[in-house]
C-alpha cells in the first residue's frame, strides 16, 4: 500500500465503524476526478452534481458490497451505471414524445444532442481547457469513457474492461482510437499519453 492510499482506506475503514465524518473527506478527496469524469460523460445531458450526489448515494446504500480494490473504479463503475440508465431513460422519453408530436420522427433526430463541439467551444479553442473539452465531446460515447476513466482516475484497463463489459482488447483498441482522434487537437498533451499508455496492458 502506498502512502497516496493509506488515507483513503484509512477512511474507508473508519466509516464502516461509523464515522461519518470519514465518508466527507472521502467525497473531498475523490471529487476532482470523479466530477470530471460525469461532467464529460454528460456533455450536457443533465446536472452533474446531481448525477455527482447520486452516486455517493448508491456508494453508501451499497457500501457493504465494496471490496478491497480501487476504490475510484468503484465509483467510476457506479456513475458509468447511473449515466447509462439516464441516457435509456431520456431515449425513450424521446421517443414516446416524437410518436405523439412528430409521427414522420423527424424531429427526433432534430433534437438529438450534437457530439461535436458547440460553437461557443470552437471560439474558445485558444485556451487549453476548452480545446480539452471539445476534443473529448467529439469521441463516442464509449472512447470518450475509457480515456477519462485511465487519465482522470488511472484506472487499469482490465478494470475499465470490466465497468464497460468488454474485453480488455477492445478497451485497449478504444483507448488507442480516442488518442488517434485526440492529436491533432492536443499535440504536445497526447504525445505525453500515448507515450505511457499505449503498450500498458
Do not use: C
Amino acid at each position: 500500500m502506498t502512502p497516496t492510499e493509506q488515507p483513503e482506506k484509512q477512511w474507508i475503514a473508519a466509516y464502516r465503524k461509523g464515522d461519518i465524518d470519514a465518508l466527507g473527506k472521502l467525497v473531498e478527496h475523490f471529487r476532482r476526478p470523479l466530477y470530471a469524469f460525469i461532467l464529460n460523460m454528460l456533455q450536457g445531458r443533465g446536472d452533474p452534481e446531481d448525477v455527482f450526489q447520486e452516486v455517493w448515494l448508491k456508494a453508501i446504500q451499497h457500501f457493504d458490497r465494496y471490496r478491497d480494490h480501487q476504490f475510484l473504479s468503484w465509483l467510476f463503475r457506479i456513475a458509468h451505471n447511473l449515466i447509462i440508465d439516464r441516457f435509456r431513460r431520456e431515449k425513450k422519453e424521446n421517443r414516446a414524445e416524437e410518436r405523439d408530436l412528430d409521427p414522420a420522427g423527424e424531429g427526433l433526430i432534430a433534437s438529438l444532442p450534437a457530439r461535436g463541439p458547440t460553437p461557443d467551444r470552437q471560439s474558445a479553442h485558444a485556451d487549453l481547457g476548452h480545446r480539452i473539452n471539445a476534443a473529448l465531446a467529439a469521441l463516442p460515447d464509449d472512447q470518450r469513457e475509457v480515456f477519462l476513466m485511465r487519465t482522470e482516475g488511472d484506472v487499469p484497463f482490465k478494470e475499465i474492461a470490466a465497468i464497460q463489459g468488454a474485453t480488455l482488447n477492445t478497451v485497449l483498441s478504444r483507448m488507442h482510437y480516442a488518442l488517434q482522434k485526440l492529436r491533432p487537437l492536443l499535440q504536445e498533451e497526447y504525445a505525453n499519453w500515448s507515450g505511457e499508455h499505449r503498450h500498458e496492458t
